[in-house]
């Protein structure tokens, strides 16, 4: 072969790709750590979406609550009533044209009544949901990543919570205390966190053992960097369950103490309230002081429900490789 046929040969072969278009690939424990946070990113957000966009009760339910926050948050401004002063010549009065669900014993407009304690009722069990999540959260999964004694003697103090009736106890708070929104918010996040710290804690003793939490933990990464930056992205899933089951249990949990005469003071309202104050009137015939707020407590709840459990499912690893 001559030199000029070599030479053709070697220019026909094609060119290796230039550095620029080669694909870039995580290498060693950096990359392994950015690929856990990756997938904590999108994988635990694109299955709660999936859920949620999925499943018709899911998407009954988001809608459901979609219209109950604005009935109770928007509507106020659209249907001013007087929520303070009592005006006994307007008690008792049946759906009219003036008030479409009638007036309370205490001539309070029921309509308006509804949304001033769904207003109450959302903003505690939101409230609730946020304070238990971020403290059972950190607490789970600081205790399942340390492990050894502290885990142990961490679990131990959840244990003692456990051990005390959570109902029973608030009772006796609520009736040492003036009860207020506020205070009534943070009893509820003190008894709540419990499950959200077990629920995590597991999450985490399956999670510290994968890779890119060994290789966050080599690169000299601290234990709350892991933590916050690994562990809990990675029990989204979870957490966002708990916490959606949490408000359901804080409005159920605030309408019983508010039954038993131990809510919100007057002139705050809560569906509890209502429903406790219009069954006194119920066998007289006032059917509008007790179905009304017993409807929209009942459809607020299982659409939280509804929610949460589509969220489970759509987690669940076993239901979702059926």
């Not at 629920?199 to 053992?209: D, F, H, I, K, M």
């Not at 002139?267 to 309230?273: C, I, L």
């Amino acid at each position: 072969m001559s030199s000029a046929d070599a030479g053709a040969g070697t220019a026909a072969l094609p060119e290796p790709p230039e550095r620029s278009e080669l694909p870039e690939r995580p290498a060693g424990p950096a990359g392994t750590a950015e690929a856990g946070v990756l997938a904590a990113r999108t994988g635990s957000g694109r299955l709660i979406r999936r859920a949620l966009l999925g499943n018709r009760a899911a998407v009954l339910g988001a809608l459901t609550v979609l219209v109950i926050a604005l009935f109770c948050f928007l509507g106020p401004l659209f249907y001013r009533t007087n929520q303070v002063t009592v005006r006994l010549d307007l008690a008792e009065l049946p759906p009219s044209g003036a008030h479409p669900l009638g007036t309370d014993a205490s001539g309070y407009d029921v309509l308006g009544r509804l949304m001033e304690g769904g207003r109450s009722s959302l903003e505690l069990g939101f409230a609730v949901a946020v304070a238990t999540t971020v403290l059972g959260a950190l607490y789970g999964a600081f205790a399942g990543l340390v492990g050894g004694i502290v885990d142990s003697l961490m679990m131990r103090i959840i244990d003692t919570f456990l051990a005390v009736p959570g109902l029973v106890l608030l009772l006796i708070l609520v009736n040492l205390f003036t009860p207020n929104l506020w205070l009534i918010i943070i009893l509820l996040s003190l008894l709540s966190w419990i499950g959200v710290a077990r629920l995590v804690r597991g999450e985490v003793l399956t999670l510290r053992t994968r890779d890119f939490v060994l290789a966050s933990t080599m690169m000299g990464a601290t234990r709350w960097r892991v933590v916050v930056r690994h562990l809990l992205p990675n029990a989204f899933g979870v957490i966002v369950v708990s916490a959606t089951f949490t408000i359901a249990d804080a409005i159920l949990t605030l309408s019983t103490l508010s039954f038993l005469g131990l809510g919100l003071p007057p002139p705050h309202a809560d569906w509890g309230t209502m429903l406790s104050d219009g069954l006194n009137y119920l066998f007289d015939g006032y059917w509008w002081l007790v179905y009304p707020p017993a409807i929209i407590l009942i459809v607020t709840v299982v659409a939280f429900n509804l929610i949460g459990d589509a969220v489970h499912n759509a987690l669940d690893v076993r239901l979702s490789n059926n």
